[in-house]
């Protein structure tokens, strides 16, 4: 018995705690669309991962709420963060050796002119994917 006392106690504490950091939304906004425009903000609404309350509310004010991203896109865009975080630690252990051993590894400055031209290009176009999918 001691131990569904317990339970309800802690369940009550959770709904206190809850209730203190929702606002109370007691007024309501109203508007009349069509059809379309309804199923249009819903499809929205469940794209961002929000109720269609919460989603015209936040639009309402002004926020842009973002899509979110589909299994394909997060796969990409750690697939992208992965392999940039891969290119920047081999630049850094190239840029760790001594300049005398760096030149005996890398005697053809014009390959390792070429090859850093490259490794900044890469760098650059991966951090516009990140930025893009973040959004």
Not at 25 to 31: D, Q
Not at 47 to 68: F, I, N, Q, W
Not at 110 to 120: C, I, L, P, S
Request: aromatic fraction near 6%.
């Amino acid at each position: 018995m001691k131990n569904k006392n317990n339970v309800k106690q802690i369940d009550k504490n959770k709904d206190e705690e809850k209730d203190r950091k929702a606002p109370k939304r007691i007024l309501r906004l109203e508007a009349r669309v069509t059809e379309d425009e309804y199923t249009k903000a819903a499809e929205l609404a469940q794209s961002c991962g929000l109720t269609m309350s919460d989603y015209v509310r936040r639009t309402a004010l002004g926020h842009h709420p973002h899509l979110r991203l589909t299994e394909r896109e997060a796969e990409a865009l750690c697939s992208l963060s992965d392999a940039r975080g891969d290119l920047n630690r081999v630049v850094a252990a190239v840029k760790s050796i001594q300049a005398d051993k760096r030149a005996i590894y890398f005697s053809d400055t014009r390959f390792v002119e070429q090859w850093m031209k490259a490794a900044t290009k890469l760098i650059s176009r991966w951090n516009q994917i990140e930025a893009y999918l973040n959004e």
